[in-house]
């Protein structure tokens, strides 16, 4: 059999750690970092992509899957069943491209926004609506905005950074 990628889940805020022992084992590991702009100057300017979860390149018949059950840090591969699940390859690819956009786009949190701002929901299911800019929530990479449907008091929704765009004046 060959190498194949597998998703390995971590304890909370061991991905940098686990991450280093997969590589002194001699593995290939991959772990998403997203660029951040955070309020706190000291926090962490890149966090996980994927909270809890790490990404390794191996081959089970030869390595085994109890090198990942016991390693420090770790909760073992994602599996149905007894069997570890495989991680496309070309997905790997997607998540690398997709990191690549953010970076360029300045990262995962909208920093130049300010309660009051006028923004446009531009995924999920909300896409289309206009709303305002209330808060970014401490965290968790969430922002919530206020929005006015059904209703004319404006109800607070919390969404995803990448799910509004601001609007121009």
């Known amino acids: ?7 390995l889940r971590v304890k909370p805020h061991k991905e ?4 280093q022992r997969v590589q002194e084992d001699g593995l290939e590991g991959y772990l998403p970092l997203a660029r951040v702009n955070p309020t706190n ?4 300017k890149r966090k996980p992509f994927f909270p809890g979860y790490l990404f390794v390149l191996a081959d089970l018949d030869t390595a085994g899957t109890n090198v ?13 069943g007894d069997i570890p699940a495989a991680v496309p390859p070309n997905l790997i690819d997607e998540i690398r491209k997709r990191l690549q956009d953010i970076e360029q786009k ?3 949190v909208l920093a130049d926004l300010q ?5 446009q ?3 999920g299911p909300f896409v289309g609506y206009e709303a305002i800019f209330d808060a970014h929530l401490p965290g968790k990479d969430r922002v919530q ?7 004319s008091a404006p109800q607070p929704v919390k969404l995803a950074p990448s799910d509004i765009k601001k609007m121009k004046k």
Request: without cysteine; glycine residues 10%; charged residues 10%.
């Open 1 to 7: 059999m060959t190498s194949q990628w597998y998703a």
């Open 106 to 108: 300045g990262g995962l």
């Open 145 to 151: 905005v206020l929005l006015a449907f059904l209703s």
């Open 68 to 80: 990942f059950n016991w390693m420090p840090g770790t909760l073992g591969l994602v599996s149905f």
């Open 121 to 123: 929901i531009v995924e």
């Open 115 to 119: 309660p009051g701002d006028r923004v």
């Open 41 to 44: 100057p000291r926090a962490a």
């Open 16 to 19: 940098r750690a686990v991450l």
